[in-house]
């Protein structure tokens, strides 16, 4: 099905790979269509859980998603996104499935990110878990030999009950937004060499601006990747006129 996120749309739809997850998504979450003002599309894959993806991202767990992107590719889209950024462990296997852009997560942002700062300066990430954040999926997008300071989420009960661990599915947004906030602002703070900021899981593009404010340096995300895929696979005319 075909969502359409702002008035002025056009062109062919962005696809999105979805986690199954039933709490409510806010605006800025890449699962509420109203993030976009270009066209998405939904592709839901049953049974896959954060939980199962953090702890269990085994070759079983790859089929159905592998099904999934083949799936959007076959209704249109010009680019996929993942809709949770662990799903990094499983980027060349999808991007090999598929004959169109491809991009898990906002980590493969992370060497992009390193390159427009200074030589002593590093890229903050903050992840959903950082236990749960492995070797293999650094190394699935190219990031595992980047200067990172890596703060995680798994300790705030708001986020570990509801997201992580699955427990309920009604969320206290503003509980969420203080443990989000606090937690990147808390990595700042500690590490004063963090040139930018890397927003890994897709539940805290809705407070980046918020963090922004907190930290005065540059904050991307999902929704920042998402956005520069799809002005590169829908370009059009520019229609300025002529300097005299």
Do not use: W
């Not at 999934?68 to 499983?90: K, M, N, Q, T």
Request: proline letters at 5%.
């Amino acid at each position: 099905m075909i969502f359409r996120g702002g008035p002025n749309v056009y062109g062919v739809p962005i696809g999105i790979l979805g986690l199954e997850t039933y709490y409510a998504k806010l605006p800025g979450h890449v699962k509420n269509a109203s993030t976009f003002d270009y066209p998405v599309v939904y592709k839901i894959v049953q049974g896959a859980v954060v939980e199962k993806l953090l702890h269990s991202p085994d070759t079983t767990l790859l089929a159905p998603f592998i099904e999934a992107v083949r799936e959007l590719e076959a209704e249109g889209v010009s680019a996929i996104v993942g809709s949770c950024g662990f799903l990094a462990a499983f980027q060349e296997e999808l991007a090999d499935a598929v004959n169109i852009p491809l991009f898990t997560s906002s980590l493969m942002l992370v060497p992009l990110v390193s390159r427009m700062l200074k030589k002593e300066q590093k890229v903050g990430v903050v992840t959903a878990s950082k236990c749960g954040l492995t070797q293999k999926h650094l190394c699935a997008v190219g990031c595992q030999d980047i200067s990172m300071v890596i703060a995680g989420m798994e300790d705030m009960p708001e986020f570990r009950e509801v997201i992580l661990e699955n427990k309920r599915i009604e969320l206290d947004g503003e509980k969420l937004q203080n443990e989000i906030v606090s937690v990147a602002v808390s990595m700042v703070e500690n590490n004063q060499d963090i040139g930018a900021v890397v927003l890994e899981c897709t539940e805290m593009p809705v407070y980046a601006h918020l963090i922004q404010e907190r930290i005065q340096r540059p904050v991307f995300d999902i929704i920042t990747l998402t956005n520069m895929v799809c002005a590169a696979s829908m370009r059009t005319s520019f229609r300025g006129t002529m300097p005299r």
